[in-house]
């Protein structure tokens, strides 16, 4: 596969006393790899054979440098030009870091990644502003998505799920900006949630339940809050004997059930033609005989169609929207149904909500990186020209702990939901209890202890 042909590189071209003349040493390594690969071959070879093949042309080119480098330069040097060869350059090592959650690029030399909720810059870089668009490029490729100047952002996923966003000039003055939602290799679980005290068993149970019995449920929340993640988490409360279709700009959520149908929204093309909407893929998710239609984010006009599903046999659905609280969340719907085009009277658009909509869940990320479940509310229906709702979990901030972390405690409000004559036809029993505690403290050694 590969055929090098490559006189000996001057140690002199290659000052130390340069900052990036490892860079520069890399990508003179990169570029003479690709002019010495024999491309007839690649394809005939499968991912291991591959790297094996070039990690030994790559350590070829590295004996022309004489003792330029040291043992471990060398071995760092083969790494990164295999990911620049074969991944996404020096994107790769932040994406098997397992405690980075979030990827952040501001141009070719800027990149931060959170990581347990703080943000922090990283001495990592792209060659230059040409650098990171080929690797923006081979993202955005491997989805079928285009990024030029004629369509200058897009959204996209890596294998592993983990979400992609990015801008580039003329919208993007300073270069590229990249933002990579990662998502672990394991998805989290309810006891997850206990164990991080992002929510109380009681309100786990209790949600468990209004998914039981195909209640309709909307999550709330700002953008990196949770909301995806607190959805996957309820979407495995559904029982494995029912259909399920799911709808998704890019597909994040990772489902464990065996009967799950994924669709994904398409942008158009080049000529503007073929653009599949998610209302598009809603109204055909109808004719599919769904149990269960779960909308990864209402953000349009699908919004109306999802309403509507929820109010014609298809209950039990989910889906998320941005607001700042429960309530929030109600004037959200209802100006996003207004921009279905529909021209509905006001008051036949909140009776439709408040008819489809049983709870909502708000999550918000707080000071230190931590994601809670503010407030579980549960919508009781229409007083004049109002959609009435109760709190039944709040979660109450009392400051700011150890290494700035939010402080509180979650508590029971003491109303009882209209929902439990439901669950007593379901045949499950919550015990009132749980809705009358005066303090439910997220601090309580057993929280963790039985999650």
Same mark, same amino acid.
């Given at each position: 596969m590969y055929a090098p042909a490559m006189s000996a590189v001057p140690d002199s071209k290659y000052n130390r006393n340069n900052q990036d003349w490892f860079a520069r040493l890399k990508k003179d390594v990169h570029q003479r790899l690709i002019v010495g690969m024999d491309l007839s071959c690649v394809r005939s070879l499968n991912d291991y054979e591959l790297r094996h093949q070039l990690r030994a042309g790559i350590e070829e080119l590295c004996d022309t440098s004489g003792d330029l480098l040291t043992r471990d330069e060398r071995d760092r040097l083969v790494n990164e030009v295999i990911d620049e060869t074969l991944g996404l350059g020096p994107l790769d090592p932040l994406l098997r870091d397992p405690t980075i959650t979030d990827i952040l690029i501001n141009g070719p030399k800027t990149i931060f990644v959170e990581r347990r909720g703080r943000l922090e810059q990283v001495p990592v870089a792209f060659h230059d502003e040409q650098h990171l668009m080929e690797i923006i490029q081979r993202i955005a490729g491997r989805v079928g998505r285009r990024l030029d100047e004629s369509s200058p952002m897009v959204d996209a996923r890596l294998e592993d799920g983990s979400r992609v966003n990015a801008v580039i000039r003329p919208l993007a003055l300073d270069g590229a900006l990249v933002s990579i939602r990662r998502f672990g290799s394991r998805p989290l679980t309810a006891g997850d949630l206990v164990a991080k005290q992002s929510a109380t068993r009681e309100m786990i149970a209790f949600l468990s339940a209004c998914v039981h019995c195909r209640l309709n449920v909307i999550i709330s929340g700002g953008t990196g809050s949770g909301k995806t993640t607190f959805l996957n988490v309820l979407s495995g409360f559904i029982p494995e004997s029912e259909r399920i279709v799911t709808i998704e700009d890019a597909a994040e959520l990772q489902l464990q059930q065996p009967h799950v149908g994924r669709m994904e929204t398409r942008p158009a093309n080049v000529e503007g033609n073929g653009e599949i909407t998610a209302r598009d893929l809603l109204r055909n998710a109808l004719r599919m005989r769904p149990d269960r239609i779960i909308v990864g984010e209402c953000r349009g006009s699908e919004t109306f169609d999802m309403i509507q599903s929820m109010t014609? #046999?298809? /209950? #039990? @659905?989910?889906?998320?929207?941005?607001?700042? /609280?429960? $309530? /929030?969340?109600? %004037? $959200?719907?209802?100006?996003?149904? #207004?921009?279905?085009? @529909?021209?509905?009277?006001?008051r036949f658009v909140q009776r439709l909500i408040s008819s489809a909509v049983d709870i909502v869940v708000h999550c918000e990320r707080l000071s230190g990186g931590a994601r809670k479940v503010m407030q579980i509310s549960e919508v009781i229906g229409l007083d004049g020209d109002t959609i009435t709702m109760q709190d039944l979990f709040v979660f109450e901030q009392t400051g700011i702990g150890p290494n700035q972390m939010a402080a509180g405690k979650f508590r029971a409000t003491g109303n009882l939901p209209l %929902?439990?004559? $439901?669950?007593?036809? %379901? #045949?499950?029993?919550?015990?009132?209890?749980?809705?009358?505690?005066?303090?439910?403290?997220h601090d309580r050694p057993e929280l963790s202890n039985n999650a």
């Open positions: 014609t #046999g298809h /209950d #039990g @659905s989910l889906s998320t929207v941005h607001a700042n /609280d429960t $309530r /929030d969340a109600m %004037c $959200r719907l209802e100006m996003l149904i #207004g921009m279905a085009g @529909s021209n509905l009277p006001l %929902c439990l004559k $439901r669950f007593q036809a %379901c #045949g499950l029993q919550l015990p009132p209890e749980i809705f009358t505690q005066q303090a439910l403290e």
